[in-house]
């Protein structure tokens, strides 16, 4: 068997992507990397990762390439506002040390991780990399404009997304990689920004199934493509 890897795992969505991978028994250890890593129980084990620090994701590579081949990775982690940072309703609000914090989380951290973990994944046989995007990444989507860097952002990961999958089709041709929208749910990143409670709106244990429903789903013709929490395909 195989391992997962969850990236992001101490918030809402990456914690109950955790719960729900371990308790579907497909994978032998499951790992939950995240800033604070704190204890989990078997077959769960917490392995610390700053997606911004190389260094940092290496050491947790190599950590979880101790338990041997990578059949799933799921990168959860994500930035949308922060003290100092918050979506652009204007042009003349762009701050370009914000708009580099979030291309560092949202696109670079990928790629770093998807940089090191890919050796661990097998070269044949199913495996699956996936990445949380948004559908306001999506250029032909975009109506409403505003929130220049969190677009700009989950543009670039998407991109990365697309060009990974055309790499890995030469060098893992078993391998789906997929961006996922989750959807609105309720966690902190999307408290000051979500509606009311309805239609629309999901727990992270709601919007987690739904994610690896998706996943599970998903087919080699499918890889590079972002997918939103229904199964549909987003343009990009």
């Known amino acids: 068997m195989t391992s997962a890897v969850v990236v992001g795992a101490s918030g809402g969505i990456g914690r109950a992507l955790v719960a729900a991978v371990a308790a579907g028994g497909a994978y032998e250890t499951v790992f939950a990397l995240s800033r604070s890593a704190p204890s989990q129980p078997e077959p769960v084990r917490s392995v610390a990762i700053?997606?911004?620090?190389?260094?940092?994701?290496?050491?947790a590579a190599r950590t979880v390439g101790e338990a041997g081949p990578v059949g799933l990775v799921i990168v959860a982690s994500g930035l949308l506002h922060a003290p100092g940072i918050a979506p652009e309703k204007a042009l003349?609000?762009?701050?370009?040390?914000?708009m580099a914090a979030l291309f560092a989380v949202n696109a670079l951290g990928p790629a770093l991780v998807a940089k090191h973990m890919l050796p661990l994944m097998p070269r044949k046989g199913r495996s699956l990399f996936a990445a949380l995007s948004a559908r306001v990444?999506?250029?032909?989507?975009?109506?409403?404009?505003?929130?220049?860097a969190y677009r700009?952002?989950?543009?670039?990961?998407?991109?990365?997304?697309?060009t990974l999958a055309i790499e890995t089709a030469r060098t893992h041709p078993e391998l789906v990689v997929a961006g996922l929208h989750p959807g609105t749910v309720m966690t902190a990143l999307s408290q000051p920004f979500r509606p009311e409670p309805g239609p629309g709106l999901f727990s992270p244990e709601e919007s987690a199934a739904h994610l690896l429903r998706v996943l599970e789903g998903l087919r080699?013709?499918?890889?590079?493509?972002?997918?939103a929490w229904d199964g549909q395909p987003i343009p990009p």
Do not use: C, H, M
Not at 50 to 59: F, Y
Not at 92 to 98: G, N, Q
Not at 152 to 162: E, G, H, I, T
């Open 137 to 148: 990444g999506s250029i032909g989507d975009n109506r409403l404009g505003g929130w220049y």
């Open 152 to 162: 700009a952002s989950k543009a670039a990961l998407n991109q990365v997304l697309r």
């Open 220 to 227: 080699i013709a499918d890889s590079g493509q972002v997918f």
């Open 92 to 98: 003349r609000t762009l701050d370009p040390a914000a």
């Open 50 to 59: 700053d997606v911004t620090d190389e260094d940092s994701v290496a050491a």
